[in-house]
């Protein structure tokens, strides 16, 4: 993505077409199909009006062709995060759990559309959906990182520079976070894998919150800490 660019929402299939109050964010998702399924079945249920999901979907101990079924039917919004570059290049495969493009061609295919970033329009203001930080998808945000080692990020320079962000919703560190700094309120719904305290977060925009909620039993999805969007 080009930050020069004039300000644009991305719409095609799967994209909102009004501006969000209320969705459901879910985050790395590591192949995890009973997690996602479990996730999916609730946020039907949530009044949400769409999802959008950080990417990391290859790279784990589910079924990635069922994964990629279960997105495609709730129609989620996918960025492509690194787990998803390497999977496309054969790169890294000898990581503890992956696996491998010619095995999966479907998902492949699919995976190859996925863009780095997505803006998205919502009632607060531009969104931009990504893996880590902007266009770069490795790059680290953690709660305990200081303000200084964040600004000297180049991809979060540039979303500053830009003007256009109101919130950056992303994933790659596995770990929950709501932050604002320089005016862009980033939010982590964490993650599906199963040994990285797993579930998915739903942020209601009206009431400024990011419901976060426990999966850690696959098959149900149970309430959990509300954190107030700043």
Known sequence: MNYNDPPRVITGPGSPSQPLRRFALIGDVHAEDERLQTALAYVKKANVEHILCVGDVADGHGDLDQTMRLLSLAKVLVVRGNHERWFLADELRTLRVVQFKDEHPEAAETMRFWLPCIEVSTVKGPLLLCHAVGHDDFSVIKPHHTDS??????????????????????????????????????????????DDSPGFAIVDLEAMTMQLFDLEDPHEAIASTTFPIP
């Open 149 to 194: 080692e964040v600004r000297a990020i180049e991809a979060w320079q540039q979303m500053v520079e830009s003007g256009r962000y109101r919130f950056m919703a992303a994933g790659h560190t596995h770990e929950v976070m709501v932050r604002a700094l320089d005016g862009i309120t980033m939010l982590n719904a964490g993650t599906l894998k199963r």
